[in-house]
């Protein structure tokens, strides 16, 4: 009488060993230069994976496994696949197009059209900054942070993909996000990380970049004065600087970017994404 109920429970036991993994993302649907997040349930190994071709970095989650990538603003498909080592089902997620808004602004005539000086700062700068989050994206993986990330207060002043035309025509693509704030308020971590760039820049002002691990960085722009050093750990809410109008600005606020994998995505979104990492305690292993 007991044989049966024995093969009964040793198959239902294979069943559990054999059950391959479950990707999920979020949002399902998309437009370029959005963030998505994936989450893998259904196995106790660290996945691999890639998205658009792109390598994932999967981190420990309080349920699974999770990684976040970015849908890059000249994306030219109509869907990302979402795929995983070891036979899981792909999922595509659907990217649609998106018209952004635009906007004229008018600032300082050497800000506008600065000469071959500063023209050449700028280019040191930019590949400064482009190389402090490639220091975050080479992270192995693992977070830094142990929450999920924690919106700067302020009211939106300027989106992501906004299109800025300035005095003399020239336009050029806002990669932030914009919030509200008053000179010398505080400006803080928006989660755990290392802070890998400080530096005066022509356009961006003082600027401070965190990397958080998982190929996730923060990047704050128009400081009026940075308060960490490149090396520093800093834990969420901890200051790093203070909000200001230095670079190219019509007047104070924070300029806000999140760069993920190989590209900036909406802060707005980001923020939105339901990013638990578990705690040491309790990740997978």
Same mark, same amino acid.
């Given at each position: #009488? &007991?044989?049966?109920?024995?093969?009964?429970?040793?198959?239902? #036991? @294979?069943?559990?060993?054999?059950?391959?993994?479950?990707?999920?993302?979020?949002? @399902?649907?998309?437009?370029? !230069?959005?963030?998505?997040? *994936?989450? *893998?349930?259904?196995?106790?190994?660290?996945?691999?994976?890639?998205?658009? !071709?792109?390598?994932?970095?999967? /981190?420990?989650?309080?349920?699974?496994?999770?990684?976040?990538?970015?849908?890059?603003?000249?994306?030219?498909? +109509?869907?990302?696949?979402?795929?995983?080592?070891? !036979?899981?089902?792909?999922? @595509?997620?659907? *990217?649609?197009?998106?018209?952004?808004?635009?906007? &004229?602004?008018?600032?300082?005539?050497?800000?506008?059209?600065? +000469?071959?000086?500063?023209?050449?700062?700028?280019?040191?700068?930019?590949? $400064?900054?482009?190389?402090?989050?490639?220091?975050?994206?080479?992270?192995?993986?693992?977070?830094?942070?142990?929450?999920?990330?924690?919106?700067? @207060?302020?009211?939106?002043?300027?989106? /992501?993909?906004?299109?800025?035309?300035?005095?003399?025509?020239?336009?050029?693509?806002?990669?932030?996000? +914009?919030?509200?704030?008053?000179?010398?308020?505080?400006?803080? $971590?928006?989660?755990?990380?290392?802070?890998?760039?400080?530096?005066?820049?022509?356009? $961006?002002?003082?600027?401070?970049?965190?990397?958080?691990?998982?190929?996730?960085?923060?990047?704050?722009?128009?400081?009026?004065?940075?308060?960490?050093?490149?090396?520093?750990?800093?834990?969420?809410?901890?200051?790093?600087?203070? $909000?200001?109008?230095? !670079?190219?600005?019509?007047?104070?606020?924070?300029?806000?970017?999140?760069? *993920?994998? +190989?590209? #900036?995505?909406?802060?707005?979104? /980001? /923020?939105?994404?339901?990013?638990?990492?578990? &705690?040491?305690?309790?990740?997978?292993?």
């Amino acid at each position: #009488m &007991k044989k049966p109920l024995v093969v009964a429970l040793l198959l239902g #036991m @294979s069943g559990i060993a054999f059950a391959e993994p479950v990707i999920t993302v979020s949002p @399902s649907a998309i437009h370029p !230069g959005d963030p998505v997040l *994936v989450t *893998v349930t259904g196995t106790t190994e660290m996945p691999q994976g890639k998205a658009g !071709g792109q390598p994932l970095a999967f /981190f420990a989650a309080r349920t699974g496994y999770q990684a976040v990538f970015a849908a890059p603003l000249a994306i030219n498909e +109509d869907h990302i696949l979402v795929e995983l080592s070891g !036979g899981a089902k792909p999922v @595509s997620v659907a *990217v649609t197009a998106k018209t952004f808004p635009e906007t &004229k602004l008018v600032v300082e005539e050497e800000l506008a059209n600065p +000469d071959k000086a500063d023209r050449e700062k700028i280019d040191a700068d930019n590949k $400064a900054i482009t190389e402090a989050y490639g220091r975050g994206k080479r992270e192995d993986g693992a977070p830094h942070f142990l929450h999920a990330f924690k919106r700067p @207060s302020g009211s939106v002043t300027s989106v /992501f993909g906004e299109w800025r035309t300035f005095n003399d025509g020239h336009r050029a693509q806002h990669l932030g996000l +914009d919030l509200g704030a008053h000179e010398g308020a505080k400006v803080a $971590a928006i989660d755990d990380g290392t802070v890998v760039l400080v530096r005066e820049t022509f356009l $961006a002002g003082n600027v401070v970049v965190v990397a958080h691990g998982a190929g996730i960085c923060s990047l704050y722009f128009h400081l009026s004065k940075a308060q960490v050093a490149e090396g520093d750990p800093v834990k969420q809410g901890a200051a790093i600087g203070l $909000a200001g109008h230095t !670079g190219r600005t019509t007047g104070p606020h924070l300029h806000i970017s999140l760069h *993920v994998g +190989d590209a #900036m995505v909406d802060p707005a979104a /980001f /923020f939105k994404l339901a990013i638990a990492p578990a &705690k040491p305690s309790t990740a997978a292993k």
